[in-house]
Structures are given as C-alpha cells and as structure tokens.
C-alpha cells in the first residue's frame, strides 16, 4: 500500500546475507496490513545476491551503496528520502511478528512526548534479548549499556516500559525529531549509533519507550554490544548526563574497617587507555581504603575516556581522592613519577588499573611490612600490567626516579634488582 504521505515510512539496512533480508521484507508485509506506508531499502554493500534481487521486488524503493558504510550511513540515507510522519528503523536479520508495527504506532500517536518506541527483542530461541537498553555503572566501562531483561522468558506483555536507549534493530521514530536531532552519527555505524540517537533524543526532551507487544525476532546480533572504541566514544559524549543503575550496588556498600595500627596509605594508580578496567578498579580501591588514606588517580595522556571519567570520579569522590595529569609524552612511567611525586602518606601503594582489590587487600599487603626483619618493599605481580608494590612513600619515589620501568615489567625481577642495588630487600607475594 502507498500514499503520497505514508503514515510510516520503513527503512531496512541490508548489509547481507540475502536470506536475512528476504525473511524480514516477508514479515514486513504480512505484519503492517492496514497501515499507510511505503518500504525503503538499502543495500549497504553487500555482495550477495542482495543487489540483484532487490531492484526486481516490487513495492519498495532500493537504494544501493557499492561499499558497506554501516547501519548509521545506510539508515540515513533512507530516512532522506523518506515521507512518513514516523520512520521504522530495522536490521535486516529482525523478523517482526505479525502486527508488530500497530503497538508502536500507538503509543506515539496516543502520546506526542514519546519521541521513540521500540520492539520487544527475542532471541532465536524465543528468550528476550532486549526490552531496550540501559546503561550500567562499572560493568565494566563507566558507561556500559546493557540489554534490559535479557535472558528472560518472553511471556506475552502488553505493557510499556521507560527506557534509556534502544537498538536500531526495530524501532519507530517521529521523522521531524529524528532530522531535528540530524539523524544518526555516521561515525558510529552499529549499536552504538542507534544508542546516541536515543540518548540525543531523550535529551531534547523526548521519551523512549519499549512497547512490549510489538515482537521482532533478532536473529544475528545481540542488543547493545559495542567495540571498545565505541566504549569510548560513548564515555566522552555521556559521562555524567546518563542515569546510570548500579547491578554491583558500588555506591550503597560501606567500606572495610582499616586494620587497626596500619599507617595512611597514598595508592597512586597510573593508567593510561584503560576504560574497560578503570571504574571497577578504583570503585574496589576505595572501599579499602581508611579514612586517612588518599587515592591518587594519575594519567598518561588517555585518549579512550579514562582521562574523562577519572577525572569525574576524583571530583565527585573529593576529599582524598585526587586526579593528578602525568602528561602524555611521560607515558605511564611519566605518570606514576607524577602520582608519586603527589602521595602525602607514609606509605605508598602502586596498584594497575587492571585488576580489583579484594576486601582487605590494602590491610593484608601492608601488613607484611610490620613484621621483623620484614623487606624494605612487598610485591605482588598483576600481569601484564606490571607489579603491585607497597613501602615507604619516599623508597617508591627515588625508585621511580631512578628505575620507573621496573614498576610495569612482567615480573618483579627488574624491581628486585633496584632495590638490592640500593641495599634493600624486596618481598614477593604470589597471588
């Protein structure tokens, strides 16, 4: 069915293979009856037998690209040529049920607020993928957006839930909100294109729901999965405008009492490009730390969103917790000489931000040095970052002017070495 201004207008991204397309053109058909719309498709590339087939179908306008752009390019393409009050967004490997489009349809001509509603996911074997996305804290990226309900029964609902984000594998958008907000960012062609345009639209004031009765079958890919350098685009952009919910509850848990005797500790953690460790890093750092202790947070230079987000942690943590910039061009050695350089405590602890401190891990470690004719510096290896060490703050500085390397070799050797070369002992601890 066509008119000159469809109610609807749906764009396909195909990027291959033809029998994915096929299946979903067919459930297109048999699942938007009754409904004012025209079909727009677009082949992103493939090389199939998707660009023959294609212009032959009739009751869809075809476009063609002669090199895949991703799904962000694709879409955009066929939202430009688009008439419909709403656009239809879908993957090629979505199925839609039958009457799938109708509760989308209804929930944004019932509601002008709702800026986009999105389909019910399920998986091949009919468990959801995804009511929508959210986006948890630490999980392990600062900002990691998870498929909401996943792995759950897909009992029949017909209710609607508030969401942060969608997948642009199924969902129906108002055309003047998506072009008020310049569609989709090409620079980011998978899920996380589709999860900034939601976020863009929530932020000009529009909602994002999940109209649980519309159902699409998503056969390939799973909601909400990004590279690490979508991670990272993603921190940079929304850090800190994101509700975010807690699954490991960081916030509510209360901190480990300080062994009793133990001295102030100045853990100084130097990073660099290390967004997929960093916020459960620092989150079980600071509940082992006492009430006098300080966090040092020094960075490298980080380009990924480590340098955003500590920076972040370090002003809403305040107090002693602090965000000291080691510089680029000093690389990590440049900023553990920094952090070392800023610790204020008796004693130091140098900790990777590729590892999570178990409760007491502070207490055990230092301990060791208490004891008689206990070494002038513990160890501990975390590989492939380098090695854990705790001592005095001042035998951990003139190391790191003299021997910084030795901190991030595999092993503890070349730091064993520095040390007996100024007379002292250093203890290793096998994890």
Request: glycine share 10%; aromatic share 6%.
């Amino acid at each position: 069915m066509t008119d000159a201004t469809p109610t609807v207008s749906m764009i396909v991204v195909a990027d291959g293979p033809w029998d994915d397309t096929f299946r979903c053109l067919r459930a297109l058909q048999e699942g938007a009856a009754g409904v004012s719309r025209e079909l727009i498709v677009v082949d992103d590339g493939t090389r199939d037998e998707t660009g023959l087939a294609l212009p032959r179908l009739e009751g869809l306008t075809a476009l063609r690209s002669n090199a895949p752009r991703g799904f962000s390019t694709a879409a955009n393409a066929g939202a430009a040529i688009a008439r419909g009050r709403y656009l239809a967004f879908l993957h090629a490997d979505a199925e839609p049920h039958p009457d799938w489009l109708a509760p989308l349809l209804a929930v944004v001509e019932a509601d002008p607020g709702v800026a986009v509603a999105a389909s019910r996911l399920l998986t091949r074997d009919g468990m959801v993928e995804a009511d929508g996305v959210v986006f948890a804290y630490a999980a392990p990226y600062p900002l990691t957006p998870v498929a909401h309900g996943a792995g759950a029964p897909a009992l029949p609902a017909a209710d609607v839930l508030e969401a942060s984000a969608a997948s642009g594998a199924a969902m129906l958008v108002r055309a003047d909100a998506f072009r008020a907000a310049q569609g989709f960012d090409e620079a980011h062609g998978t899920a996380a294109g589709a999860l900034d345009l939601c976020l863009r639209l929530r932020a000009a004031g529009g909602r994002l729901v999940v109209a649980r009765a519309s159902v699409a079958v998503h056969h390939a890919r799973c909601s909400g999965e990004i590279s690490d350098a979508d991670a990272a685009w993603l921190t940079r952009r929304w850090l800190g405008k994101v509700p975010l919910f807690d699954p490991a509850a960081y916030r509510e848990r209360t901190p480990a009492p300080r062994r009793p005797g133990r001295p102030p500790l100045s853990v100084v953690v130097p990073m660099r490009n290390a967004l997929g460790t960093v916020a459960p890093c620092l989150e079980a750092l600071a509940r082992n730390l006492g009430p006098d202790d300080e966090l040092i947070i020094a960075d490298a230079g980080s380009e990924d969103g480590t340098r955003e987000f500590a920076s972040l942690f370090a002003a809403e943590r305040g107090g002693s917790t602090r965000f000291v910039d080691g510089g680029a061009p000093g690389g990590l050695e440049g900023a553990l000489r920094a952090g070392l350089g800023a610790a204020s405590r008796p004693l130091a602890v140098l900790f990777h931000p590729v590892a999570q401190a178990p409760d007491g891990f502070l207490d055990a470690l230092t301990q060791l040095l208490d004891r008689p004719g206990a070494p002038a510096a513990v160890a501990t290896p975390m590989p492939p970052a380098g090695t854990c060490v705790s001592g005095p703050a001042s035998l951990l500085r003139a190391l790191g002017a003299d021997a910084p390397t030795a901190f991030f070799a595999a092993d503890a050797a070349a730091l064993s070495q520095a040390l007996r070369a100024r007379g002292e002992a250093l203890g290793l601890v096998e994890q």
